[in-house]
């Protein structure tokens, strides 16, 4: 099994490009089966849960064709209606394949998705709205069973879900007639769909506002750029934050992640924006700050919460986390505590007060955005932290750890195939010029 190791205490100073949106490139791959003359995504991230919406596409019987950070992908072929168990456990995003198969032949079986275990997270708002739409659905044990001609209607989204969002949107262009979601999501990650789906010619109005229509068919064809990754963005100024230092993030949209960077402008960092571009010079110690809500956008992003909370285990004072979003997303303060965070947690909230220090220590990645806090604190700690089960983190950043030495970090990754694949320790040079002394954990 793949670890992590950082050799903690190393200030962070370059520039990183950020990388495609791992969130907006799975439900483009799943929209990619409605073009009906093929899709070309550029700037998709090689991460796992992108392996794993090929595997599914070319199970359904559609050609993909990769090119570097470039994906083609011709939906003609499609002979297949159910996705394998397999495959549906490999990622919570399988569940996006449900509209367009619905949309494209009225007829699709599943199973249950996989991904992060972070609460309760049923998929009833996605069958609800696709009810409404006429689709009829049948559980066998584990196995779902869906049919039904799809017809235009109103719909109301009980709570902004992205994913039954874009379920309802994919599902609509399959459907006569017009259909109108209220109370619909509005995360970038939702304007980029409709951005690619728009780009092949289907009639989607409303795109960054609570209300959607969208007209019946198919688009034809279209190529694509997908956004840059928010969440990864977020991700890089929280380990800037917590190991100090001075990064310039390039290819983003910082206007994406405001609410981060108001959290760490009142931890005491230095923040400049240009248009596509965002420096973060750190200010130690930071300063605890206003209590963090997380929301649906433009609030505060749930996927923000663990890096964030990681980046502040040192500022002095106290600063409240309040969880709204998924009932058990603070499955890494544990992690946290053992590498010296002081966090309480009751019920959704968390509290955390300020360390003078943090030392280094083994532990296990347990969700996507959970494993990268830890490695974000291990990148602030005093000695030598492991990151175990890095499988997590996989799913969501491509070259984690390539990328984190780029800007001054000692870290690697470790087993049998990591050291052939890295070739051992990446040495961030950083200001001394010179890596630490190797030695075992």
Known sequence: MESIVVEGGRPLEGRIAVSGAKNSVLPLLAAAILFQNGCLLHNCPRLSDVEASVEILEHLGCRVDRGGHSIWVDARGLCREEIPKALMERMRSSILFLGPLLARTGRCT????????????????????????????????????????????????????????ENLILAALGAEGTTTIYHAAREPEIGDLIGLLTAGGARIYGAGTSMLQIEGGFPDAAAYTVLPDRMEAATFLSAAAAAGGDICLDRMRPEDIRPVTQVFRAAGCR?????????????????????????????????????????????????????????????????????????QVSGAIAALIGVAELHGAQVEATDLRGGAAMVVAALSARGRSRIGNVRHILRGYEDFAQRLASLGAEIRMENETAQSRYGGWYYGLGRTGRPAQEGAV
């Open 110 to 165: 599943l199973y249950e998705p996989g991904g992060c275990c972070l609460g309760v997270r049923p998929i009833d708002l996605h069958l609800k709205g696709l009810e409404a739409l006429g689709a009829q659905f049948t559980w066998d044990r584990d196995r779902l069973i869906c049919r039904g001609k799809l017809r235009g209607a109103a719909v109301t989204l009980p709570f902004p879900s992205v994913g039954a969002t």
């Open 271 to 343: 923040i400049t924006e240009g248009k596509t571009e965002l420096r973060i010079a750190s200010a130690h110690p930071l300063q605890s700050v206003p209590p963090i809500r997380t929301a649906p956008y433009p609030g505060f992003p749930t996927d923000a919460q663990a890096p964030v909370m990681a980046a502040l285990l040192r500022a002095k004072g106290v600063t409240v986390f309040e969880e709204t979003v998924f009932a058990d997303r603070y499955r890494h303060v544990p992690a946290l505590r053992a590498l010296g965070g002081n966090i």
